[in-house]
């Protein structure tokens, strides 16, 4: 029988993951893909899973292989920020969950192990695009501006290596980049001594040099919307500049459009950052469509349905959102991860 950690590609599962190996090591077999690849605990064979640890996947897309585990015995530990549907009322499952727009999956770890590798939560919630978030955690460090800013470097690399439909389009596959991180405790190390930072880093640069000079396809006060071509570099760089986009104008909604080569587009929608509610509504309303309040995606959006979604996103966002109230997470930590 075997363990096995299930996380998100992109830099929050990478990082969540991160931490809690350096606090509490396992040996475990890696399921992970593409930040887009969410449908990942159906991986999991029920016949040889002992437990399993979930970082950064909806449990809402994932809850019918979630239930299968559960009910065949095994232990599951759950940690995630997005949507999560029915959850399971199962004394196997430890589910450590939270959907405030300021928390992301690297932070509910580090709130686990009482901030004991947050250096690493740090990267992952600028990865994430929380930049207040990671500012607010970054305090308890005593770093400087510039080592925070050098942080901030990292998430976002390594939240660009997860982007696109397939592990062709990536600079590493995320297990690989995992594998990378494992060695190193401290993330300056990782900056300073792994090569593997410096590709993405000059990556990136390329990339979004080829973002930044597009026009947008739509703008008005409240919105902006961009069309990216069917290229590599383009897939690479969407998320990542849709968050760029959206730190630069924090009162404006952003919607970024990849082509695909077999046609429709990749979609990633970014909430105002000053009012970050509503973008995993517009998306959910679309087949493929999901993610969490303040950034959400769509897998595939067909060509035929480019009209609706642009009136709906045209339609949102027109005014600030009265919030009444915010989900907080109704789990107690039941046991260790698993």
Known sequence: MSRYDVFNGDADGLCALHQLRLIEPLDTRLVTGPKREID?????????????????????????????????????????????????????????????????????????????????????????????????????????????????????????????????????????????????????????????????????????????ALTPEYEDARHRLVILPAEPWARRASGVYANELAQAAPEKAHAILTRLSTGGFLVSVRAPVAHPQGADQICRRFPTGGGRTGAAGINHLPETDYDAFVEAFRAAFVRTPVVSGRWHSRFAITGKPV
């Open 40 to 212: 990942l605990l159906g991986r999991v064979p029920v016949d040889q899973a002992e437990s399993v640890t979930v970082l950064d996947i909806s449990m809402e897309k994932n809850g019918a292989a979630l239930r299968s585990l559960l009910e065949a015995g095994v232990r599951v530990a759950y940690f995630d920020h997005h949507f999560p549907g029915e959850i399971p009322a199962h004394p196997g499952l430890s589910a450590h969950l939270d959907m405030r727009p300021e928390v992301c999956t690297s932070l509910l770890v580090d709130a686990y192990l009482d901030g004991r590798a947050r250096a690493w939560a740090v990267v992952g919630a600028f990865g994430d695009n929380l930049e207040r978030s990671a500012r607010q955690a970054a305090e308890s460090l005593g770093l400087d501006a510039p080592e925070v800013e050098r942080l901030r470097e990292l998430g976002i690399c390594l939240n660009y290596n997860g982007y696109g439909p397939s592990i062709e389009d990536l600079h590493f596959a995320p297990d690989a980049l995992y594998r990378r991180l494992q060695p190193y405790a401290d993330p300056f190390d990782f900056i300073n001594e792994e090569e593997a930072f410096a590709h993405l880093r000059d990556g990136y640069a390329d990339d979004m040099a080829r973002a930044r």
